[in-house]
């Protein structure tokens, strides 16, 4: 594992469904590794009660049914845990700027309670992708040949997301770089705006990628008034065009 100052969590979510606006979570697995440690330290394995109805093709995905979390607590009970377990680290896993981070965010503000005080973002995806784009089961298969893991499992993609972690950093010297890791010139949580050479606020998505935010304040506004977008890439929107 890379030698990180701070600890890292890798972690995944399963769901009711894969609208970022309206699909809860129904499980989070997460593993906290120590910098330069390659077995956790600690884990979590939670099954959520959604409080709606699981959409049977989520259910086909990842085989939680809604009888399997009728009585487990809901997200508002487990929420102090999950960000305490999220706070001061390093977040990773695969895919997490596009689909988990968004999610758990929505998921932190129907309670109330802000997103966790991470150090940065090592989204494996982009990491996959800048090396060889794969997905999460082909990159295993490649790295680490004969792995076993069960699939559309919470705990078992994010520890699986850091085994493959592992394995990469170990075949490709550019994963010792952090900078080159972490995506850390990103605006917002999901990576939808960057910023330019000039500390300048960017689209990194879609037909104006590349294009200046104030250049484009119509398409921004639509951004805003829409609910297909994540909070935190709407909340930035907002105080930008407050200056």
């Not at 939808?192 to 250049?215: D, M, R, T």
């Not at 008034?225 to 929107?237: A, V």
Request: proline fraction near 5%; hydrophobic fraction near 45%.
């Amino acid at each position: 594992m890379i030698n990180l100052n701070k600890p890292i969590v890798f972690f995944d979510i399963e769901t009711t469904g894969l609208s970022i606006p309206d699909a809860r979570i129904v499980q989070f697995g997460a593993a906290l590794y120590g910098s330069g440690n390659h077995i956790p330290t600690a884990t979590m394995n939670l099954l959520i009660n959604p409080g709606i109805l699981i959409d049977p093709k989520a259910t086909e995905v990842h085989g939680i049914t809604n009888q399997m979390v009728m009585n487990e607590p809901g997200f508002a009970n487990l929420a102090f845990s999950i960000r305490s377990f999220l706070s001061d680290v390093y977040l990773s896993g695969f895919n997490i700027r596009g689909f988990d981070i968004p999610i758990l965010e929505r998921e932190f503000s129907r309670v109330d309670m802000p997103f966790p005080a991470y150090i940065g973002i090592i989204d494996v995806m982009s990491v996959v992708h800048k090396l060889n784009p794969r997905t999460l089961t082909a990159s295993v298969e490649k790295y680490i040949p004969g792995y076993k893991f069960l699939s559309h499992d919470a705990l078992a993609d994010a520890t699986a997301t850091a085994d493959l972690f592992d394995a990469m950093s170990k075949v490709h010297k550019e994963c010792e770089d952090i900078n080159f890791l972490s995506d850390s010139n990103f605006a917002d949580l999901a990576g939808l705006i960057a910023y330019e050479e000039n500390k300048q606020p960017v689209f990194n998505f879609g037909k104006h990628k590349g294009e200046l935010l104030s250049s484009q304040k119509d398409y921004c506004k639509w951004m805003i008034s829409s609910c297909s977008f994540p909070l935190n890439t709407i909340n930035f929107l907002k105080a930008f065009f407050k200056h």
